[in-house]
């Protein structure tokens, strides 16, 4: 069966902070799983010498996107130059209201909190709410056709983080329930989700990493989620290991990536799982994949996608060192690589999706957003 590339980073962003579910409940974590060690506070030398140039280089990054948002005059982030990007609004304007929620701002506080305010109603007025509609739930916008159910995946992690910041809490519960719904009715038999809002035999692990992200977000901002949704999720994850330690696109398949490696052990790591054998083969074919492709001489197709799911999975891992072995050489990449106006530019998404995805790796250590606390 044919594989479409992730869309993201399957964020962000999607990660989430890592704690246990109910007790009793499934996907309650394993004996074996520990919980992580007390952390080291995000401005330790350990990270980072010295983080003003990171924030710089963050605050100008987030004065882009509030920016760019005022160009298209709905609250949503525009695609940008080129015409053969592609339209993903839905997709790219929850990644763009993550990174300013990262960044310090909510919709009522902080330099960029009408930015913040003007993406969640964006979300909002593009939620389906018609009690007979099919597709209750799902958060799209017309001509949309590469969001799908990734888009949805962000939009409603995007409406998770920000439930516990807005006064319209109870208008983004609302839209934030249905969205849930729509996600735990379309799971598939095997575990996962596939791009279409509906029940499907198909299935694909960045897309489920993405809903599975968003279901724990959504509990945690208060939204009731079936545990057992949860348990056939990791399920999902844990079958699609390989014997290299990495994770494939999908059950089944012997493609992989260091990047959907990263975002199954950062969704592993919030359900619950922080060590273990799988966590620790995983974290094995990461430096194992960067070391090979080092010599190779390679570069990631998917760098946005990857650089964000790796600063997760070390970020939430239990053995901090992990973090800052990896993160300072990213850091310092990023800033090398940020264009004079703030942004970033990706060929295949445009500045808006490149400049929201480098702004939530370079806020995590600042963990301002809830998702992003160890």
């Not at 015409?83 to 960044?103: F, N």
């Not at 909002?124 to 590469?146: M, N, Y």
Request: hydrophobic share 40%; charged share 20%; aromatic share 8%.
């Amino acid at each position: 069966m044919a594989v479409r590339a992730p869309l993201s980073l399957a964020l962000l962003v999607c990660g989430l902070a890592p704690s246990t579910w109910a007790d009793g409940a499934p996907g309650k974590p394993a004996a074996q799983d520990t919980p992580p060690p007390t952390v080291q506070t995000p401005q330790t030398p350990s990270i980072s010498k010295d983080r003003r140039a990171a924030r710089r280089a963050l605050d100008r990054s987030l004065v882009w996107l509030a920016t760019a948002q005022k160009t298209t005059g709905d609250g949503s982030f525009p695609r940008g130059e080129g015409k053969d990007l592609e339209y993903a609004p839905v997709a790219i304007t929850s990644l763009g209201a993550l990174a300013l929620m990262a960044g310090g701002s909510s919709p009522t506080q902080g330099p960029h909190h009408n930015a913040v305010a003007q993406a969640v109603d964006y979300l909002l007025v593009h939620t389906d709410l018609s009690p007979a509609s099919p597709t209750r739930g799902f958060i799209s916008a017309g001509g949309d056709e590469t969001s799908l159910m990734h888009g949805h995946g962000f939009a409603t992690l995007a409406l998770a983080e920000a439930l516990g910041m807005s006064p319209k809490g109870e208008r983004i519960r609302a839209a934030l329930t249905a969205a849930v719904d729509l996600i735990q009715r379309t799971q598939g038999s095997a575990g996962g989700w596939f791009y279409k809002p509906k029940r499907q035999s198909e299935h694909e692990g960045s897309l489920t990493v993405c809903l599975l992200q968003a279901l724990r977000s959504a509990r945690e901002a208060g939204v009731h989620v079936d545990p057992a949704v949860i348990a056939r999720a990791v399920g999902y994850l844990e079958k699609s290991q390989l014997e290299d330690g990495s994770f494939a696109y999908q059950i089944g398949s012997q493609r992989s990536s260091v990047g959907l490696t990263a975002a199954a052990i950062s969704s592993l790591n919030a359900t619950g799982k922080y060590g273990g054998t799988a966590i620790a083969r995983g974290v094995d074919a990461i430096f194992k994949g960067l070391a090979q492709r080092e010599e190779d001489g390679a570069t990631s197709r998917f760098p946005f996608y990857e650089r964000l799911y790796l600063a997760q999975a070390f970020w939430q891992h239990q053995d901090t060192k992990l973090f800052a072995r990896w993160y300072p050489t990213a850091e310092k990449d990023l800033m090398r690589l940020q264009d004079q106006d703030g942004s970033w530019f990706d060929p295949r998404f445009g500045r808006a999706y490149a400049t929201a995805m480098n702004a939530l790796v370079l806020a995590m250590p600042d963990t301002l957003l809830p998702a992003f606390q160890r």
